[in-house]
């Protein structure tokens, strides 16, 4: 009988995940599924280790960590110090990944200006009070 030990569990479980995430970029995404899968899925688990060196464990701060990545770049959040600092908190994961989106979301729509992205990020942040 096969016997899966918890830290193969939890890998299989990435590897899983993962996959998941791709495939749903792929599907979703024109830019990405313009490109070689090769290049895709070397990407698509580059921005993931990332996510989880960060401390990301729920599936939806790494889809969004790995999603935010595929339009600004992988380590994104080293373009802002106040980013880092959020992402650093160690407040709830809902509440950071809330923040980070909202950073993201901000970077790409003011033409990649960071001060205003930091601030919607900021408000973000205050906002996710009332959720969690």
């Known amino acids: 009988m096969l016997q899966i030990r918890g830290h193969q569990e939890e890998v299989l479980a990435d590897v899983l995940l993962l996959e998941r995430i791709h495939k749903s970029m792929h599907r979703n995404i024109v830019s990405f599924r313009e490109c070689p899968l090769e290049d895709t899925s070397e990407f698509s688990a580059m921005a993931f280790t990332h996510a989880k060196s960060l401390g990301f464990k729920s599936e939806r701060a790494l889809a969004?960590?790995?999603?935010?990545?595929?339009?600004?770049?992988?380590g994104f959040e080293n373009k802002s110090p106040f980013l880092i600092?959020?992402?650093?908190?160690?407040?709830?994961?809902?509440?950071?990944?809330?923040?980070?989106n909202a950073w993201v979301s901000s970077f790409l729509k003011n033409e990649r200006n960071i001060?205003?992205?930091n601030e919607e990020a900021l408000i973000a942040w205050v906002e996710s009070t009332k959720f969690s």
Do not use: G
């Open 85 to 100: 600092s959020l992402l650093q908190d160690l407040s709830s994961e809902f509440r950071i990944t809330f923040a980070m």
């Open 64 to 74: 969004s960590y790995v999603l935010s990545s595929w339009y600004v770049d992988i």
């Open 115 to 117: 001060a205003i992205a």
